[in-house]
């Protein structure tokens, strides 16, 4: 792989402006990159002498989108376990295990993402033989080898059906275990020498009491997958046992039923508008308008792609966005306007992270993660034309590419010998 080029200084001219705020499209407009930075965009913005000028000629102009929850960089095929570490369910560790040496900038999965508007994604480990999953991270997905952004930036948990099943079978077990577990850190916390005495059936080893404290004092953000309206009132019951702790619930299937508690408490969601049918006993409730409502009732509301290939097609972001672009329009239907739904996908997923100065959105100092689309970026068929990460520009060229191009005219002993006949 070639080495990664160096941050470009380019002003983008001539756009339809989005800047990913939550803010109307500009016309007209322009954005600055500067050693990788955004350093000016909106309307009349001047082009500083010796800038690099790209002509959108009126296409939209983007921040990349943040995949609100996946799994990029940790899985290359699915049902292949040498290619797959989503999940450590043999491992003595939880809450300590860190998914950052095992991302893979070089997996086909990374390129394919990027292709479509990706830049920046919010990975979650999967699970392990515990309660807490471990620790997440936050990565960009440059055609180069460094991939992490923020190490350790979340720690990931299940409630509901999988974490009873963790837990040991039930709901009660599971709040149980995590108000236990979360005890013993603390206990750690004041008194780092007591861990010895826990013994070898402790129910937390060293690295996982550590990273369960910064979670007590609000450092790294709890991710909860929860869906059931019960479930997730009593999750953000824990904030008032812990109330240092930062919570980000994830999933919320049935989060519309209990909107104004969830709003009251000041807790991000990530949702996915798919869930729309109750294919379980926990998401009986669910329904395509989840996200209009809770947007409705004053949630910081992320779209994301989980429960449908988070590991390969977080590019679907978009289209679920413009899916609530067009429910807006139904009659008893809730979706969000345009401006909400692209925020969803770019500077609500940043801030539910913690990261929301310097990732989302082309404010100035963010991250100069700029896209160029061919068309509306929350409609089915647009694609991106031009990407820069970082203030780099990357390639859309992706694995699948290369082999359509070499297998859609093969000529007479170009192939491969195993075609050989």
């Known amino acids: 792989m070639a080495a990664p080029a160096a941050a470009q200084d380019v002003a983008i001219t001539n756009a339809r402006l989005v800047i990913g705020d939550g803010s109307a499209p500009i016309e007209g407009g322009t954005v600055v990159v500067r050693g990788g930075r955004v350093v000016a965009a909106g309307a009349g913005v001047a082009v500083p002498a010796g800038v690099e000028r790209v002509d959108a000629e009126g296409r939209y102009v983007t921040p990349g989108i943040v995949a609100a929850f996946s799994r990029v960089g940790l899985v290359e095929v699915d049902a292949v376990s040498g290619s797959n570490d989503r999940a ?21 999965p990374v390129a394919v993402n990027r292709a479509s508007g990706v830049t920046r994604a919010i990975v979650a480990p999967g699970g392990s033989s515990n ?12 055609d180069d080898m460094d991939m992490v952004t923020r190490p350790r930036a979340l720690q990931y948990v299940a409630f509901g059906e999988d974490g009873a099943a963790k837990a040991g079978g039930s709901r009660a077990a599971t709040f149980l275990l995590f108000r236990e577990q979360l005890l013993a850190a603390r206990s750690y916390a004041r008194n780092p020498a007591a861990l010895a005495e826990w013994g070898n059936d402790a129910m937390l080893q060293r690295a996982d009491a550590e990273a369960l404290v910064r979670v007590i004092d ?3 953000p709890l991710f909860v997958r929860v869906d059931r309206a019960a479930d997730i009132v009593n999750v953000l019951k ?62 910081d509301v992320s779209v994301g792609v989980f429960d449908d290939d988070d590991a390969h097609k977080m590019g679907y972001a978009t289209q679920y966005a413009g899916n609530l672009v067009g429910l807006a329009r139904m009659p008893g239907a809730s979706g969000m306007t345009w401006d909400q739904a692209f925020a969803a996908i770019s500077s609500a997923p940043a801030r539910a992270v913690g990261m929301e100065g310097s990732i989302g959105s082309l404010r100035p100092g963010r991250v100069g993660d700029v896209v160029i689309w061919d068309n509306d970026p929350l409609e089915l068929g647009s694609r991106p034309v031009a990407i820069w990460i970082d203030g780099r520009a990357q ?4 694995r699948q590419d290369r082999l359509r191009d ?16």
């Open 238 to 299: 824990l904030k008032g046992e812990f109330p240092a702790m930062k919570l980000v619930l994830v999933g919320v299937t049935d989060g519309w039923l209990v909107a104004r508690e969830i709003a009251a408490a000041k807790v991000p969601v990530l949702v996915s508008p798919l869930s729309d049918l109750p294919d379980s006993f926990e998401r009986l409730a669910a329904t395509q308008s989840n996200a209009g409502r809770l947007k409705a009732a004053g949630v």
């Open 395 to 398: 390639s859309l060229t992706t």
């Open 406 to 421: 070499r297998y859609a005219t093969p000529q007479e002993g170009a192939l491969p010998k195993a075609y050989d006949r």
């Open 88 to 108: 450590a369910p043999r491992t003595r560790f939880s809450a300590g295990l860190d998914i950052a040496p095992a991302l893979n900038p070089m997996g086909s």
């Open 218 to 220: 609000g450092t790294t």
């Open 131 to 142: 309660l807490f999953a471990g620790q997440g991270a936050v990565v960009d997905l440059a």
